[in-house]
């Protein structure tokens, strides 16, 4: 049978999702979990490789097994006995044979927790990233208009990414802020290389005063990396959803 799962993970102690030579990587110690249960080793398939570091809500995950000793719906309690405290599956269920966490995936929700204060904060620092100084929020919502829709994101993507097109659609950019919390989600069928965490640096930085309106239109046009913000550290992501 074909089993999807929705995983939820801190990504502060791991090197990514995928499976890495490297370093601990989210897929192996699922992985080593699904062995445990079913006592034969099973590849799984995420909808998405997160970086190191980078967190997850709602990662979908696939995977075939012939062991039906436990309905699909109840696998995720059997999972969660053998994963550690900052790796859980969320909810398993049975899908069709067809069915691939990446291939029929139509959209994905990326989160960007930030906090403005002029000190690092404890209690948010793992998950969120400081920003010093007061921000124009309505400012960065006019340049995150010109950012929905199709277009070629050449430019918010990082070396070293190996893709067919690097034209993506972005849905929607909702930026939230309530005075100390500043939270930016991204929904696209798709995003590069640290796309999302070019984007929200792009954004803040317009915030900021330090890029134009202008000036991020012509990065789009030109695909020049150079001309956006910085890539924000990868604490700051999360993968809240993927719709199908």
């Not at 990514?16 to 062995?35: C, F, H, R």
């Not at 993506?168 to 939270?183: E, F, M, P």
Request: hydrophobic letters at 35%; charged letters at 25%; aromatic letters at 8%.
């Amino acid at each position: 049978m074909k089993v999807k799962l929705t995983v939820s993970y801190d990504g502060t102690s791991y090197c990514g999702w995928q499976v890495q030579p490297n370093g601990i990587s989210v897929q192996q110690v699922l992985e080593d979990a699904l062995e445990k249960v079913t006592g034969v080793k099973i590849k799984t398939v995420g909808s998405g490789r997160t970086d190191a570091g980078v967190h997850a809500k709602g990662q979908v995950v696939d995977f075939e097994t012939p062991f039906e000793n436990i309905p699909a719906e109840k696998f995720y309690k059997a999972i969660n006995v053998f994963l550690p405290s900052d790796v859980k599956v969320i909810s398993s269920e049975r899908v069709d044979n067809d069915f691939s966490a990446i291939k029929s995936a139509k959209s994905k929700t990326y989160s960007y927790f930030c906090y403005l204060s002029s000190v690092e904060l404890p209690l948010k620092e793992r998950y969120a990233v400081k920003i010093d100084g007061n921000i124009d929020v309505e400012k960065m919502k006019e340049v995150a208009l010109i950012l929905i829709g199709e277009h070629d994101f050449k430019c918010m993507c990082a070396s070293g990414s190996c893709v067919k097109t690097t034209v993506r659609t972005v849905y929607s950019i909702d930026i939230d802020y309530n005075g100390q919390d500043l939270v930016f989600s991204v929904k696209g069928n798709g995003f590069l290389y640290n796309m999302v965490r070019i984007m929200v640096g792009t954004l803040i930085d317009a915030g900021k005063g330090k890029i134009t309106l202008e000036q991020v239109k012509e990065m789009l046009s030109s695909g020049k990396r150079a001309l956006g913000g910085k890539t924000l550290p990868a604490k700051g992501l999360c993968l809240m959803e993927v719709e199908y």
